[in-house]
């Protein structure tokens, strides 16, 4: 899944429609936060998920990129915490 999503990433980035510093380690540290807000809400608020995801669609439109305050996370250290957001909930 891995090599699929940053093939995907790279191509969005090589057309233009997607901010030229998201990496492949963004997207795992945004699915799993995704992922925790999604339970936690899954019978409150079925469908926040939904406005998350387009909030956080919407932010990764070149357009919309301002330098970010924090580099990506490594590949070791995404792993590492998604592997404790898993162990939290």
């Known amino acids: 899944m891995q090599t699929t999503a940053t093939r995907l990433i790279a191509?969005?980035?090589?057309?233009?429609?997607?901010?030229?510093?998201?990496?492949?380690?963004d997207l795992l540290f945004i699915f799993g936060t995704n992922a925790i807000l999604a339970r936690a809400a899954a019978t409150t608020a079925p469908d926040a998920w939904r406005r998350a995801v387009a909030l956080m669609l919407d932010g990764l439109r070149v357009e919309a990129a301002h330098p970010l305050p924090a580099a990506s996370l490594t590949t070791q250290q995404a792993y590492t915490v998604m592997g404790r957001l898993a162990a939290a909930v």
């Open 11 to 25: 191509r969005a980035q090589q057309a233009g429609s997607l901010r030229p510093d998201y990496t492949g380690q």
